[in-house]
């Protein structure tokens, strides 16, 4: 029987792992450190109390033992011709998928004595640095996506808790959101206007010192909480696998395919073209998810790999706080409760089916 094994438990990786299962009967085996997978477009509403760890998260050992594929909870150590090493054994595979995923990019001197949101478990701990200040200068630093949707729900929990919270925001671009339509971040802009929020844009930091931060244009910034939500890299450094890289990353062709005909990349790891990395979601991760997993399949019976196609109109929806939503699709954007609804919905029918 053939091996499948896929490095990474989260989105991409999961999907890898039902979509061959669906497909074939070849033993299949996910190995990943944590035993759940965490629906991360969700962590900044575990800082605001509006939602539990265990709402977001599929117990990994449950939902894939029940699809008869295999899991092993293991730290990875590397790969050699033809198996995987981990800190309990090694794993050998006739198709490899990588779907290790992405760490906190921290480019600045001093930053890595901040908060940062990347697990259920630094959620939690950001609630609880949050609930142990009464009075404090909260700088975010990052106004993508992830600081975005985080500094609304940080007023939320401040305004919940009668807290005296000065909350800045911090961009080294002309404005929050960068790489979405202007519409989008025109509605963000007003928001946090509109709730008191200090915008910094243009601004590059070029030092992180205890409680001070310094810019380029020599202005200094106080405060009391430092969260960092800017920028990301390989969650292990990608030349360590012995494949071809670019930009840190490894280099995979239209089909996910590595410089090895039998590896496979997918996710934050791979490089796929600079727009997938710029407007990467969960919907992306769970096409690329399926694309690699029809083709580790295809590559193991000798039939054609099918191409991964960056969708041309992505979907996005952003909570702008426990009221506010945008629907963003292409240059088309609403803005309203329905898209928190939708936000949701989604991810309800997405924990309901893969757990």
């Given at each position: 029987m053939k091996q499948i094994v896929i490095l990474g438990g989260g989105f991409t990786g999961l999907e890898v792992a039902i979509t061959?299962?669906?497909?074939?009967?070849?033993?299949?085996?996910?190995?990943?450190?944590?035993?759940?997978?965490?629906?991360?477009?969700h962590l900044h509403e575990i800082v605001s109390e509006r939602i539990t760890p265990e709402e977001i998260e599929i117990d990994l050992n449950d939902s894939l033992n029940k699809r008869k594929i295999n899991f092993l909870q293991?730290?990875?150590?590397?790969?050699?011709?033809?198996?995987?090493?981990?800190?309990?054994?090694?794993?050998?595979?006739?198709?490899?998928?990588?779907?290790?995923?992405?760490?906190?990019?921290?480019?600045?001197?001093?930053?890595?004595?901040?908060?940062?949101?990347?697990?259920?478990?630094?959620?939690?701990?950001?609630?609880?640095?949050l609930m142990n200040l009464d009075k404090a200068r909260i700088a975010i630093v990052g106004a993508g996506l992830t600081g975005t949707e985080l500094v609304f729900e940080i007023d939320y929990l401040?305004?919940?808790?009668?807290?005296?919270?000065?909350?800045h925001l911090i961009e080294a671009s002309s404005g929050p959101m960068p790489?979405?339509?202007?519409?989008?971040?025109?509605?963000?802009?007003?928001?946090?206007?509109?709730?008191?929020?200090?915008?910094?844009?243009?601004?590059?930091?070029?030092?992180c010192n205890p409680?001070?931060?310094?810019?380029?244009?020599?202005?200094?910034?106080d405060y009391d909480l430092l969260i960092w939500t800017a920028g990301i890299e390989p969650v292990a450094n990608a030349k360590a696998y012995g494949l071809k890289t670019?930009?840190?990353?490894?280099?995979?062709?239209?089909?996910?395919?590595?410089?090895?005909?039998?590896?496979?990349?997918?996710?934050?790891?791979?490089?796929?073209?600079?727009?997938?990395?710029?407007?990467?979601?969960?919907?992306?991760?769970?096409?690329?998810?399926?694309?690699?997993?029809?083709?580790?399949?295809?590559?193991?019976?000798?039939?054609?790999l099918i191409n991964y196609e960056l969708d041309k109109e992505h979907l996005f929806l952003v909570s702008l706080g426990n009221r506010?939503?945008?629907?963003?699709?292409?240059?088309?954007?609403k803005a309203g409760k329905i898209p928190l609804l939708m936000k949701s919905n989604l991810r309800k029918k997405y924990l309901k089916e893969r757990r």
């Open positions: 061959a299962r669906k497909l074939s009967n070849h033993e299949i085996t996910l190995i990943d450190h944590s035993p759940v997978m965490t629906f991360h477009g293991a730290e990875f150590q590397g790969i050699k011709k033809g198996y995987v090493q981990t800190d309990k054994k090694k794993i050998p595979y006739d198709v490899l998928i990588i779907a290790m995923g992405s760490k906190t990019c921290f480019s600045i001197k001093g930053m890595k004595n901040c908060d940062e949101l990347k697990t259920s478990k630094q959620a939690r701990m950001l609630h609880e640095h401040g305004k919940k808790y009668d807290k005296n919270f000065i909350i790489h979405f339509p202007q519409k989008a971040v025109d509605i963000v802009k007003n928001n946090l206007e509109e709730k008191d929020i200090v915008q910094h844009y243009n601004n590059k930091i070029l030092k409680k001070e931060l310094i810019f380029d244009n020599g202005t200094k910034l670019t930009h840190g990353f490894i280099k995979v062709n239209e089909q996910l395919r590595t410089s090895e005909n039998n590896i496979f990349a997918i996710g934050d790891i791979a490089w796929i073209g600079k727009e997938s990395h710029e407007l990467w979601n969960a919907m992306t991760a769970i096409k690329e998810g399926k694309t690699a997993g029809i083709n580790a399949v295809n590559y193991l019976e000798n039939k054609p506010t939503g945008l629907y963003i699709k292409d240059q088309k954007v």
